[in-house]
């Protein structure tokens, strides 16, 4: 058996909360007189929190408009109205076929981790009651380099004590991806291929993947 650690993406992968992100986002943008559409919203999938509000700013023509200080105001305002949404989560939405996947990864002996860009990850697998089945849990609290950087999957292979060439990555952004690649690691994508490039496997979601077949990737 290759695989010995299964690293999970939250955002899209988990659940989705590009929703209550896009939202968020669209408020702000309102606020500062434009409109924001989900097409644009696609372009802020496994992006940093700051470089979001860059992209946001440049739809609006507003990039380079902002003092750093200003930038830090309006993230923090975004992300309070992110967290009021977010806070009413539930395990009902959690995305089809998580559950049992990470189940059986457990089953088949594989150490699991979470591996997000996200400083909300901790409230949202707990508002979906996921937390126990991670043993370890790497969010945007602990890395400082935003994906494709490998650092998030590094230190989660590091954490469960795992070599990289051993691991598999589950992942829905192209920079999730190519951060896996950049670890040394297997990448499984979660979406269509029209968007995404550069993986070992492609499913549809969660509910497709096939843990005894993924262990010998
Ligand atoms: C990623 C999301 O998982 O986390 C991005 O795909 C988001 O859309 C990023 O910007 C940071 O999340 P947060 O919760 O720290 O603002
Ligand atoms: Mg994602």
Redesign the pocket.
Known sequence: MRIQAALF????VIVD??KY?YMAWKRLANELGFDFTEKDNER??????MR?LEILLEVGGLLGKFSEEEMQEMAARK?EW?VELISKMDESEILEGTVECLKAFRDLGVKIALG?????AMLILNNLKLTPYFDAIID?TKVSKAKPDPEVFLLGAKELGVDPSNCVVFED?QAGIEAAKNAGMKAVAVGSPENLTGYDKIVKGLFEVKPEEIVNL
């Open positions: 993406d939250l955002d899209g909360t590009a992100h802020l999938k496994g992006v940093s929190r979001s992300n992110y997000s860009a996200s400083k909300n945007g952004a």
